[in-house]
C-alpha cells in the first residue's frame, strides 16, 4: 500500500514544477555542432555527419524540468529515468543519457532555442511553453481533445496529428522522441458542472485565451489565478471551478475546498522528449531507431501509470467526501460543441498545419464516439 503522505509530496513537487518556469543557466554539451542559420536548418556537413566507428559512444545530456521519479509506476519514470536505462542496455553502452533534473540546463522557456542550437541534447517537458514559438503544440490543451489515454495514443500514432506537429519542431532544430499521458484533467468544482447552464455565471480559472474564450461563450467569468493559488481561490470563493489535474485533489489538497469532480475529463495531458536535431543526425541509423524503438515501449508503460494515478486520484475523492459528478450524453455534446467552435476553430486559424490537425481530431472524434471504444467511453464516464 502507497503511503500517501509520500506521494502527496512527491507529486506536488513534480506538478509544481510543471507549472513554474525555473530559470537556470544554460549547462554544457559534450557535443559540438554547427549553429543553424536562417532558415533553421543546419549546415550540410553537419547534416551528414555520423560515425563509421561502431564503438564510438555517445553520452547525451537531457534537460528534464521535472524532479527525480520517486515511484516506478508512475508516468514520468518510464520516459526519464527507465528511457535512459533501456537505451544504455539496448545499445549496448553506445549511447549514454546522464539527466540534468529541474531545468538545470536550461529554463524551460529558454530549452527551446537551447536545443534548436544543439547546445543542450535533450529535453522532457510539454509542449504548451513553447507555444509562443510552436503553436501547433497548442492542440494539447483543447478541450476534449482526447476521450482518455487510449484515444489520445491512438491520435498521435495512428493519424497525421503527431507528423504535423513534429514537422513544425523539427522546422525550427528540434526531433520528438516520445510522448506520454500524464492523467486526466477536468473540472472541479464547489457547484456541479454538468450542464451548459451550469457554467453560466460561474467564474473559471484559465490560463489560455483559448479555453478563456470557450469558458466566455458559456457564460463563464474568467479568472487568471496562478495553480498554486487556486486553493485559496476556491476557499474565498473568488473562483467558483477550475480544469486541472484530478490527482491534485490530493497534491494541492484540494479536497478540502472542491465539492464536486466533472467527467468526462477535459483530456489526457501530455509530456514529451525531444532532442536537438543537430545531435540527433550525427547518431548512426541504427541508434537512432533503438532510442526511438526504446521511446514507443516506454509511452505504453507510461500509459497504465497514468491510468494508475487517475485510479488514485478518484479514491482520494471518495475517501475524502468529492462527489464525482457525469454530464449526459446530450449535455457532453453540446459543451463540446461550444469546445469545437470556439478554441477548436481559434487553433485551426493559426496556420494550415493547425486547420489541418483539427480536421483530423473532428473526424476521427465522430468516429470514436460511433465505435466500441465510444460505447465504452459513454459507459464509463457519461450519465445512464
Keep these: 500500500m502507497i503511503k500517501k503522505t509520500m506521494l502527496r509530496a512527491f507529486l506536488f513537487v513534480a506538478f509544481v514544477l510543471m507549472i513554474t518556469f525555473i530559470t537556470a543557466a544554460c549547462g554544457g554539451n559534450n557535443s559540438t555542432s554547427a549553429p543553424l542559420n536562417e532558415n ?80 543542450i541534447d535533450m529535453q522532457n517537458g510539454v509542449a504548451a511553453v513553447w507555444a509562443d514559438r510552436i503553436p501547433e503544440g497548442l492542440f494539447q490543451g483543447l478541450p476534449y481533445w482526447n476521450l482518455d489515454e487510449d484515444t489520445g495514443n491512438y491520435l498521435l500514432h495512428e493519424t497525421e496529428l503527431r507528423d504535423l506537429y513534429s ?32 457554467f453560466r455565471g460561474k467564474v473559471v480559472n484559465s490560463m489560455s485565451a483559448l479555453t478563456s474564450e470557450y469558458f466566455r461563450t458559456l457564460g463563464s467569468g474568467i479568472a487568471t489565478v496562478p495553480f498554486v493559488e487556486q486553493y485559496e481561490g476556491l476557499l474565498r470563493g473568488t473562483i467558483d471551478a477550475i480544469p486541472f489535474p484530478f490527482y491534485s485533489l490530493d497534491t494541492y489538497k484540494l479536497h478540502e475546498v472542491v465539492n464536486y469532480i466533472t467527467v468526462p475529463p ?60 457525469k454530464m449526459s450524453k446530450e449535455d457532453y455534446e453540446e459543451v463540446k460543441q461550444v469546445a469545437i467552435d470556439t478554441a477548436w476553430q481559434s487553433y485551426a486559424a493559426i496556420n494550415e498545419r493547425t486547420q489541418r490537425m483539427v480536421e483530423i481530431l473532428i473526424e476521427e472524434n465522430e468516429e470514436f464516439m460511433q465505435s466500441e471504444q465510444g460505447e465504452a467511453f459513454i459507459k464509463e464516464f457519461l450519465q445512464d
Design 40 to 119: 533553421n536548418e543546419e549546415t550540410k556537413a553537419e547534416a551528414e555527419t555520423t560515425t563509421t566507428n561502431s564503438d564510438e559512444i555517445f553520452t547525451l545530456k537531457m534537460n528534464s524540468m521535472y524532479p527525480p521519479s520517486v515511484y516506478d509506476w508512475e508516468p514520468k519514470y518510464f520516459l526519464q529515468e527507465k528511457f535512459a536505462e533501456e537505451v544504455e542496455l539496448r545499445t549496448d553502452g553506445r549511447v549514454k543519457i546522464e539527466i540534468f533534473y529541474s531545468n538545470q540546463l536550461a529554463g524551460q522557456a529558454e530549452s527551446l532555442d537551447a536545443l534548436s542550437r544543439g547546445t
Design 167 to 198: 514537422e513544425a519542431l523539427e522546422e525550427y532544430g528540434v526531433k520528438l522522441i516520445g510522448n506520454w499521458a500524464t492523467s486526466l484533467s477536468g473540472y472541479m468544482s464547489t457547484e456541479p458542472m454538468i450542464t451548459a447552464e451550469d
Design 266 to 325: 477535459l483530456y489526457v495531458a501530455y509530456g514529451e522528449i525531444t532532442a536537438s536535431l543537430t545531435v540527433w543526425n550525427k547518431l548512426p541509423e541504427d541508434l537512432q531507431n533503438t532510442i526511438l524503438e526504446v521511446a514507443r515501449e516506454m509511452e505504453e508503460l507510461a500509459t497504465e501509470g497514468s491510468k494508475r494515478l487517475t485510479d488514485f486520484a478518484f479514491e482520494v475523492a471518495e475517501e475524502n467526501g468529492v462527489e464525482l459528478v
